[in-house]
Structure formats: structure tokens, C-alpha cells
């Protein structure tokens, strides 16, 4: 079975900083995308940003410019930091691998618990 754990996140003073880590653990035989989610109160859940394989990243326009998604594929590891926080970040935020596990032949996401963020006026 393949595990991914978020961790980080809590209580953040509007203007701060957030950093999130998120570990894939399992017989996993590659690992494809992995994405940052969010879904705040009464929101559907949205990407904010994602991350190839190579390294090629994609941000969703509200988070571009204070937004930075990076990986360790060695340590099946993902990061997220954001800078400049206002309210409107408040949220679950998810961490989903795209992988391939050993004992399957086929991509399966697999998603994380979710770590609330809550930023503070």
C-alpha cells in the first residue's frame, strides 16, 4: 500500500510564510506528478501547484510569483512553500503523487490528509 503524509501548516499571521512537506512511502516503482491542492470552507477542491517529474512546474495564477513547488525523488518528497499570505489562503491544503506502485501496472493518485492552514489578520 502506498502512504503520503502532509506535514507543516497550522496557525500563519497574514503577510507570513508557509512551508509543507508532504512523504510518499511504499513499494513504489515510479513516481509521475505530484500537486499541491487546496479547498477552502464551502470551496471545491483546486490545484495550486504541480510539479513533473524533470522538475517542470505549473502554479495557479492566484499563488504565481509567491509560490514554489520542488521534489526529492530520491526521498519521495515534495515541498511547498508560499510567501505573502492573506485570508484568502486559508485552507486544507493536500498533497496527491501520481505513482506507480510495484504491485500494479497502472498510474493510481494517492492523496494525502490534508493539513489545515489558517491564516490570522
Known amino acids: 500500500q502506498v502512504q503520503v503524509v502532509e506535514y507543516g501548516g497550522g496557525l500563519v499571521q497574514a503577510g507570513g510564510s508557509l512551508n509543507l512537506s508532504c512523504a510518499a512511502s511504499?513499494?513504489?516503482?515510479?513516481?509521475?506528478?505530484i500537486g499541491w491542492y487546496r479547498q477552502a470552507p464551502g470551496k471545491e477542491r483546486e490545484l495550486v501547484a504541480l510539479?513533473?517529474?524533470?522538475?517542470?512546474?505549473l502554479y495557479a495564477d492566484y499563488v504565481k510569483g509567491r509560490t514554489t513547488i520542488s521534489r526529492d525523488n530520491a526521498k519521495k518528497m515534495a515541498y511547498f512553500q508560499m510567501n505573502s499570505l492573506q485570508a484568502e489562503d486559508t485552507a486544507v491544503y493536500y498533497c496527491?503523487?501520481?505513482?506507480?506502485?510495484?504491485?500494479?501496472?497502472?498510474?493510481?493518485?494517492?492523496w494525502g490528509q490534508g493539513t489545515q492552514v489558517t491564516v490570522s489578520s
Open positions: 496527491k503523487f501520481q505513482v506507480r506502485p510495484s504491485y500494479l501496472s497502472t498510474w493510481r493518485d494517492f
Open positions: 511504499g513499494i513504489i516503482s515510479s513516481i509521475n506528478d
Open positions: 510539479i513533473s517529474p524533470t522538475g517542470s512546474t
